[in-house]
T-cell receptor, first 118, second 110 residues
Framework: GAVVSQHPSRVICKSGTSVKIECRSLDFQATTMFWYRQFPKQSLMLMATSNEGSKATYEQGVEKDKFLINHASLTLSTLTVTSAHPEDSSFYIC??????????????FGSGTQLSVL | LAKTTQPISMDSYEGQEVNITCSHNNIATNDYITWYQQFPSQGPRFIIQGYKTKVTNEVASLFIPADRKSSTLSLPRVSLSDTAVYYCLVGDIRDDKIIFGKGTRLHILP
């Protein structure tokens, strides 16, 4: 299957700093990437949809100025958590669509980033 | 997007066949049914996808009745390593976002 690389896998930062998370599709071009966050023992919550070359579409309740998403190329999307606070501590996961024109859409996910804000 | 309903949790034993059923009563004509598996502290992994009848791959089988209002993921002869959360998603390629339900937490016992 398609490979999505997410980096870093774990980051610990001080409150008030910014953290950037990268998501790369290694063997396919992803016109659309999705960003999720997940709290312990809960399901994935969609934060935003990122389309290459255009502004991301944020879900209701997600602050676009706090969670900056950039999708500058067909293989790279980044999520920057600006001025992080302890309540931003969570598991962040990216995914990319690998639709090839047949069947349904399949998503391939990165391995996730565990963010801990002290 | 069709809403899905799955059991919150299931327990089974090694070597058994496990069937997880997902209800999606308002599935649309163009919707496909896709199942993902997630281990702790990892991103979900695609397992299987189908539109109707039966689909089988090296990992699982997916059974979809004619009315498509439900689907059943079948895992043959499970092992401890199959302990994970399983998500059923319903949608089509025109959806601009993929929403996850609560999933089913499967616990395999020795």
């Amino acid at each position: 299957g398609a490979v999505v690389s997410q980096h870093p896998s774990r980051v610990i930062c001080k409150s008030g700093t910014s953290v950037k998370i990268e998501c790369r599709s290694l063997d396919f071009q992803a016109t659309t990437m999705f960003w999720y966050r997940q709290f312990p023992k809960q399901s994935l919550m969609l934060m935003a949809t990122s389309n290459e070359g255009s502004k991301a579409t944020y879900e209701q309740g997600v602050e676009k100025d706090k969670f900056l998403i950039n999708h500058a190329s067909l293989t790279l999307s980044t999520l920057t958590v600006t001025s992080a606070h302890p309540e931003d501590s969570s598991f962040y996961i990216c995914s990319a669509s690998s639709y090839r024109g047949q069947g349904g859409e399949k998503l391939f996910f990165g391995s996730g980033t565990q963010l801990s804000v002290l | 997007l069709a809403k899905t309903t799955q059991p919150i949790s299931m327990d089974s034993y090694e070597g058994q066949e496990v069937n997880i059923t997902c209800s999606h009563n308002n599935i649309a004509t163009n919707d496909y049914i896709t199942w993902y598996q997630q281990f702790p502290s990892q991103g979900p992994r695609f397992i299987i996808q189908g539109y109707k009848t039966k689909v089988t791959n090296e990992v699982a089988s997916l059974f979809i009745p004619a009315d498509r209002k439900s689907s059943t993921l079948s895992l043959p002869r499970v092992s401890l390593s199959d302990t994970a959360v399983y998500y059923c998603l319903v949608g089509d390629i025109r959806d601009d976002k993929i929403i996850f339900g609560k999933g089913t937490r499967l616990h395999i016992l020795p």
